[in-house]
């Protein structure tokens, strides 16, 4: 049974500094992982998806990598600025085609 | 191009009632997820919609009960509301030109709290 885990559950950072989410999966066999991002109250916004086949992806200051033999993948933000406050979310897609979720990385970038 | 569109954005009900959510995909998106968010149990697949055929369901009860019309707009139905059926309830939408690589993008959510 695939498992999802996210680390740290909470992080504060000073604005400007670039950081790293972390994210691991039990079962290699995905067919892909993406990053969300969710604000308080609100739905998600999908920031990346990286195929299995992929080892990274960029989106401006974001770079998600995947690393299926490890079962990690990591979201590396760049310059970070007070409007990157949010909860950032991982999934993996699982061999049945569902998305098995972490539990989230609740990030404050201090002005 | 407009997003996914779900009604209504927030609702109360008592327990024992039932309840209907709307969730409109984003136009040309044939699937359709539907997610239950609650802060114990984090993000959960209630079941996603192909076609108007399910195509994958998670581990609820059979209180929990969806369907797709064929201009692909999915309909969730809860019956005889619990308490801990509390939660926001998200929709999802992708293209689905394959499975498996298709990003899926998310509405805003319905909040549901079952008094």
């Known amino acids: 049974k695939q498992e999802v885990t996210q680390i740290p559950a909470a992080l504060s950072v000073p604005e400007g500094e670039n950081l790293v989410l972390n994210c691991s999966f039990t079962?290699?066999?995905?067919?892909?992982l993406q990053w969300f991002r969710q604000d308080p109250g609100k739905g998600l916004t999908s920031l990346l998806l990286?195929?299995?086949s992929q080892r990274e992806q960029t989106s401006g200051r974001l770079n998600a990598s995947l690393d299926k033999s490890s079962g990690r993948s990591t979201l590396y933000i760049a310059a970070s600025q007070p409007g990157d406050s949010a909860t950032y979310l991982c999934?993996?897609?699982?061999?049945?085609?569902?998305?098995?979720w972490g539990a989230g990385t609740k990030l404050i970038i201090k002005p | 191009k407009a997003g996914v569109t779900q009604t209504p954005r927030y609702l109360i009900k008592t327990r024992g009632q039932q309840v209907t959510l709307s969730c409109s995909p984003i136009?040309?998106?044939?699937?359709v997820s539907w997610y239950q968010q609650t802060p114990g149990q984090g993000l959960q697949f209630l079941f996603e919609?192909?076609?108007?055929?399910?195509?994958n369901k998670g581990n609820f009860p059979g209180r929990f009960s969806g369907r797709q019309f064929s201009n692909s707009r999915s309909e969730m139905n809860v019956s005889t509301l619990e308490l801990g059926d509390s939660a926001l309830y998200l929709c999802?939408?992708?293209?689905?030109?394959?499975?498996?690589?298709?990003?899926?993008?998310f509405g805003p959510g319905t909040r549901l709290t079952v008094l």
């Open positions: 919609y192909f076609s108007e055929t399910q195509r």
């Open positions: 999934a993996a897609q699982d061999s049945n085609y569902q998305l098995i």
């Open positions: 136009s040309g998106h044939r699937s």
């Open positions: 999802a939408s992708s293209l689905e030109a394959a499975r498996g690589i298709n990003e899926q993008f």
């Open positions: 990286i195929q299995s």
């Open positions: 079962d290699s066999a995905i067919y892909n």
